[in-house]
């Protein structure tokens, strides 16, 4: 005879002549075991302990149980096991394995101030809701929101994350990947604006990558155009590069968007170099109208893709303020023409008409997948906040996220199988890994499933992180 479930007990399909059946009530069990390893490497990196100094905390030390460090190191674990949503952490604050690894001293939370807190080591959503919400001209005389997010001092953090990860290195050659994006809104938030090219309501932040390093997500409304704010943006950016690397040539390169007169003076004026996509135009199109037809006609006889490509000199009618060097690739696909231009500063003896295309600028297609990864992995789109200054802060929580899932790629996974493995997939392979937490005086003891097939794996990517970062544990 079937059964109904109860709120306490699951049932299932049964197994033979045994009933199946389940229940909440294992205690303190995590599936979440994998956030030792982003315990120990934020530990000995110190990653969110340097972000979490870009805040300034009005509150009474008296009258407060979590410090603004633990709040950032909370939201942005959080972010790398895959809980984006603050009202995930009013379950999650009970979980023993993440407050020890946010680093309360009390993980079960048994001595907590108040007795409606007790047994819940971590901070509530609505803690967490403040810690975003706080006005930028917050002070200690403000009632509830009174942690600050300095906004200079953030900025200058990626930047700075940077030059220390590789302030070792003798760069030769800087690369700035320029991107817009989408954050597509779906209430009434502030700054929303009709994007007609995305086709709906959105955010338009302005992203800096350099390979796999992030060093700029700036929020930006969506009525301007995309390439607005590049400019300054490269102003406050590239003298801080050339400080640490003076003799290293420094790279703007972007698709469509940014081919503006404005950004091509200032590089050129500053020595910097660029590969910029360029849009086809009829004038465009009838300075390859030969290599067009000559590729639709290979094309036909050979059947597969055909390209062929070209450079000319190239100014616009009214908006560019002298001739520039353009490489223009024709392409004929089965049934499709496909022309490319992209304009560059780089002369023919530095790099020919194929080897820029191919090499240079399509290379750019490697920033774009990091993009997403902040945006789909890390939920950099989330922006469900009324106002743009908490939307901004949660864009940089899931940057420093992002920052701390690539060292964890780089050093832990260096030379395994998961070296270039994305965040989701990390997550889903090592970071979700049930674990059953015991709690005494003197230990805190983390049992693993015995089952779980990435054992050595996981083993080594501690080792790993140990051997990156020789520093002393406490006792």
């Not at 406050?236 to 790279?251: F, G, H, N, S, T």
């Not at 270039?420 to 059953?436: E, F």
Request: charged letters at 30%.
């Amino acid at each position: 005879m079937q059964t109904d479930c109860t709120e306490e007990q699951l049932e299932f399909q049964g197994l033979g002549r045994r009933r199946v059946e389940a229940k909440f009530d294992a205690g303190r069990v995590s599936s979440d075991g994998g956030i030792l390893l982003l315990r120990e490497l934020d530990s000995r990196t110190g990653i969110i302990d340097r972000f979490s100094r870009c805040f300034t905390d009005h509150r009474d030390p008296d009258l407060i149980e979590h410090s603004a460090e633990d709040l950032v190191r909370q939201r942005v674990f959080g972010l790398c096991l895959g809980y984006e949503d603050l009202n995930d952490h009013d379950t999650l604050r009970g979980d023993a394995l993440l407050a020890t690894a946010v680093g309360k001293v009390d993980p079960t939370g048994r001595d907590r101030k108040y007795p409606r807190d007790r047994g819940k080591a971590l901070a509530g959503k609505s803690t967490l809701n403040r810690l975003e919400l706080t006005p930028a001209g917050a002070t200690s005389r403000s009632r509830y929101k009174k942690i600050v997010a300095r906004d200079e001092d953030v900025e200058r953090f990626f930047i700075d994350e940077f030059i220390d990860a590789h302030a070792h290195e003798q760069l030769e050659r800087i690369i700035l990947d320029v991107d817009p994006s989408d954050i597509e809104l779906h209430g009434d938030q502030q700054g929303r604006f009709y994007h007609g090219y995305y086709g709906h309501y959105c955010y338009l932040p302005l992203y800096i990558f350099c390979g796999e390093d992030l060093l700029m997500a700036r929020m930006r409304t969506a009525d301007r155009d995309g390439c607005d704010g590049a400019v300054e943006a490269l102003k406050w950016l590239v003298p801080q590069l050339r400080e640490q690397w003076p003799e290293a040539e420094l790279v703007v390169r972007a698709d469509s968007g940014f081919a503006r007169e404005e950004i091509f003076a200032w590089c050129e004026e500053n020595e910097v170099e660029y590969v910029i996509g360029l849009a086809k135009n009829s004038r465009l199109l009838a300075m390859v109208a030969k290599d067009l037809q000559a590729v639709r006609d290979e094309q036909a006889e050979s059947g597969g893709a055909v390209r062929r490509f070209s450079e000319f000199n190239y100014q616009t009618l009214k908006s560019w303020s002298r001739q520039r060097r353009v490489i223009a690739k024709a392409e004929q696909l089965p049934g499709k023409s496909n022309p490319r231009f992209v304009v560059t500063s780089y002369s023919v003896e530095r790099f020919e008409p194929r080897e820029l295309y191919e090499d240079e600028y399509c290379q750019r297609g490697e920033a774009e997948n990091r993009l997403k990864e902040h945006q789909l992995d890390l939920f950099g789109d989330r922006a469900s906040c009324t106002q743009m200054r908490p939307n901004q802060l949660r864009l940089w929580f899931s940057a420093v996220a992002y920052a701390l899932m690539l060292e964890l790629r780089r050093t832990a996974l260096a030379d395994t199988p998961l070296a270039r493995a994305q965040t989701n997939t990390i997550r889903t392979r090592l970071l979700k890994l049930g674990a059953l937490i015991r709690i005494s005086v003197r230990r805190v003891r983390i049992s693993f499933s015995s089952v779980f097939p990435l054992q050595q794996l996981f083993r080594r990517a501690r080792d790993n992180i140990r051997r990156a970062y020789q520093v002393p544990l406490p006792a």
